[in-house]
């Protein structure tokens, strides 16, 4: 299984400008954990509620202060054609838990969840989040 | 491969009073996602990294919200005689990223998504 088979939705995306409060608020209503950051149009890095957990453990004003105070800048990327199992060791390796796909543009970013399903089940159609 | 083979180290743990802030930091420190909330000897709920995120979202200042009132209350659990694949799968279908293991009411420690994953990639004939 490729990690093509496991992208079922467009990723969330949101500006470097945006308040990490307004980004969480993002991540909160769409049930997702990472939002990818765009800046002049393109994919510029992503923002994940461990950055988000880092960013309230360092006291930070999470209100006023911008997204782009705490993403993830030219993050690891991966082809849609990638192998889930050669990705969940990347995973494992590096502690990541966020893998954006990338084939001329961002097409999602698949969490260590989606990779799982990959993993145990790979028949098994599920909307992952 | 069961559950008791992943757990048995000292479960992240804090009370129900501390601030969102410190279980933060706590949590960060340990390089977990999740942190166990005891009152006493009994396990009363668990906090994640996305019950942080609501609150981040929700505008809650986390120096000054308490644990327990962001904290999933009295959160299902699992048994160390659990076989990781099972575990895995049901974790999938609740929504879970992280299953406190009990046994006897003893926590012995919670397993996350990743460790479950770590097994089952380390081992694909489980």
């Known amino acids: 299984m490729r990690l093509r088979d496991l992208i079922s939705t467009p990723p969330e995306l949101c500006g470097s400008h945006i308040s990490i409060a307004q980004a969480a608020k993002e991540m909160a209503s769409a049930g997702v954990g990472s939002l990818g950051v765009i800046e002049e149009g393109r994919f510029a890095g992503i923002i994940t509620e461990r950055d988000v957990l880092e960013a309230v453990a360092a006291g930070f004003d999470v209100e006023s202060e911008p997204v782009r105070c705490c993403m993830t800048r030219n993050p690891d990327v991966f082809s849609p054609d990638t192998d889930v199992h050669q990705a969940a060791t990347f995973l494992l390796e590096t502690g990541y838990r966020h893998l954006p796909v990338v084939e001329d543009e961002l097409l999602g970013i698949l969490s260590i969840r989606d990779v799982l399903v990959g993993v145990i089940d790979p028949g098994r159609v599920i909307d992952v989040q | ?126």
């Open chain 2, 1 to 126: 491969m069961k559950l008791h083979g992943l757990v048995g180290g000292r479960a992240e743990v804090c009370g129900p009073e501390t601030t969102l802030q410190d279980a933060a930091d706590a949590m960060l420190e340990a390089g977990v996602g999740s942190i166990a909330v005891i009152d006493g000897p009994r396990l009363t709920g668990i906090l994640t990294e996305r019950d942080l995120l609501r609150a981040t979202a929700d505008g809650a200042d986390p120096s000054e919200e308490l644990v327990r009132d962001w904290m999933t209350v009295d959160p299902d659990v699992t048994s160390p005689e659990s076989e990781v694949r099972d575990a895995a799968k049901w974790m999938l279908e609740i929504g879970y990223r992280h299953l406190p293991v009990m046994e006897d009411n003893e926590l012995l420690g919670i397993v996350s998504i990743k460790d479950l994953l770590w097994v089952l990639v380390s081992d694909k004939d489980q």
